[in-house]
């Protein structure tokens, strides 16, 4: 197999198996840039010697071995020689006699390693944004070139964050373990939090030209995917994937040929992915076998139900849906939940009664800027035949939002609400 066959394939490979490569040398080396380093120098070997061996029998054993080696050269000859770098130089020297077999098990698929890397890069010490770019970078293995171009920001920018993030994980002693106890729903929560931002930046991309990334979805999904195989008794973990598999279910529907957005009252339902619902609602099952307390993931997974068992957008349980919002409102307090509850309930009992709900949201500071808000309204507004109002609400909309693609689906409502105004006047 010549050289450019073969490239391909070490990618995938390395796709596949750069996190627990990266997490087991953190595991050994206790330092995320060198284990980094390590891995990358392992992955150079891979390229210098597969294309004419092959690709080995287990191509993930093989990178472990070959960047271990590389860490027991680093602390062999490493300039420093203070006492932690004996300590894990004699570390390393006693894996390397460690039998065969000793060495594959701890090179098993998957494997607590990357739990544990995992919950270093979204400790919640860092901020949002850094966790995101750090779990896409050491667990999803995007270069930072992919991620800025993800999020829509200067590669530079994503640099910066994961030498800081890394940095503040250095500084702050973070270990290289899963928490217990009392610590281990916090950091769950954070890891959680991190994984939905990444899957939404994807579905309903904030900024840029296009109204959906795909990639970044099936990375969401991806991550969480070994998150229910490494802690199988969490409800909110299959809550999670319950709610993107559903989400997800419905990418083709949600834009037009052109890359225009639909919305989700508009959208084709013979277009969703039927295959997503079933494992989104299989997962819902399972989450709803492990807790007698619903957490935030496993509510919204709960809504979003609701809309994939109805077969038109007129069957929709919206009384129900807006039961859920309020228990959720409950557990999970904010804003951005209100919202979205008065958008169900002037489904399923009118948009006047729903307008009253959205009046003590436009004091809130965190909507200030959010242009959801005027957009929600201007659509109550535009039901109630208040179009010259709606008309200002979308307008206000198009000014907020940083996303091409939605910018110009508001400007159009607005039009269409400012000509219904004027044929009202005639």
């Given at each position: 197999m010549s050289g450019a066959d073969i490239h391909p394939k070490i990618e995938a490979v390395w796709k596949s198996e750069a996190a627990r490569v990266t997490a087991g040398l953190m595991r050994i080396v206790r330092n995320l840039d060198l284990a980094e380093d390590l891995a990358q120098e392992a992955l150079l070997a891979a390229l210098e010697k597969w294309p004419d061996s092959g690709i080995p029998p287990n191509p993930g054993a093989w990178l472990m071995t070959t960047a271990k080696r590389r860490?027991?050269?680093?602390?062999?000859?490493?300039?420093?020689?203070?006492?932690?770098?004996?300590?894990?130089g004699r570390e390393l020297l006693d894996l390397e006699r460690t039998p065969p077999d000793l060495v594959t098990a701890m090179d098993d698929p998957i494997g607590d390693d990357v739990l544990k890397l995992i919950f270093v890069a979204c400790h919640p010490v860092l901020s949002a944004e850094a966790r995101a770019?750090?779990?896409?970078?050491?667990?999803?293995?995007?270069?930072?070139?992919?991620?800025?171009?993800?999020?829509l920001v200067p590669e530079s920018t994503i640099a910066q964050r994961i030498v800081r993030a890394?940095?503040?994980?250095?500084?702050k002693s973070i270990p290289f373990v899963v928490p217990r106890g009392l610590d281990l729903a916090a950091r769950l929560s954070s890891v959680l939090e991190v994984v939905y931002l990444i899957f939404n930046e994807g579905y309903a991309a904030t900024s840029g030209e296009e109204w959906m990334r795909a990639s970044l979805c099936d990375e969401a999904l991806r991550l969480g995917g070994i998150l229910t195989e490494l802690d199988s008794r969490e409800a909110e973990v299959h809550?999670?994937?319950?709610?993107?598999?559903?989400?997800?279910?419905?990418?083709?529907a949600r834009v037009s040929s052109t890359g225009e957005?639909?919305?989700?009252?508009?959208?084709?339902?013979?277009?969703?992915?039927?295959?997503?619902?079933d494992r989104g609602l299989a997962a819902l099952e399972r989450a709803r076998n492990l807790t007698g307390v619903r957490g935030p993931y496993l509510l919204q997974a709960e809504i979003?139900?609701?809309?994939?068992?109805?077969?038109?957008?007129?069957?929709?349980?919206?009384?129900?849906?807006?039961?859920?919002?309020?228990?959720?409102?409950?557990v999970a307090p904010s804003p951005v939940i209100e919202l979205n509850r008065a958008v169900a309930v002037s489904r399923a009992y009118g948009p006047d009664q729903a307008l009253g709900l959205l009046e003590p949201l436009r004091t809130e500071p965190v909507l200030r800027n959010y242009h959801l808000l005027?957009?929600?309204?201007?659509?109550?507004l535009a039901r109630l035949s208040r179009h010259g109002e709606a008309a200002a609400e979308f307008q206000r909309a198009a000014t907020l939002t940083?996303?091409?693609?939605?910018?110009?689906?508001?400007?159009?409502?607005?039009?269409?609400?400012g000509e219904a105004a004027a044929r009202k006047d005639l």
């Open positions: 860490a027991i050269d680093y602390f062999r000859f490493a300039e420093r020689s203070d006492q932690k770098h004996q300590e894990l770019a750090l779990t896409l970078r050491v667990v999803g293995g995007l270069t930072t070139d992919e991620i800025a171009r993800a999020f890394k940095k503040t994980l250095t500084q809550g999670l994937v319950a709610l993107m598999e559903i989400q997800a279910s419905r990418s083709k957005p639909i919305l989700l009252l508009e959208q084709e339902r013979d277009l969703w992915d039927r295959t997503r619902i979003a139900a609701c809309h994939a068992r109805a077969l038109t957008a007129a069957e929709t349980d919206w009384v129900r849906i807006v039961e859920l919002y309020t228990e959720l409102a409950q005027p957009s929600v309204r201007g659509d109550l940083r996303n091409e693609r939605e910018r110009t689906l508001l400007m159009e409502r607005a039009r269409v609400s």
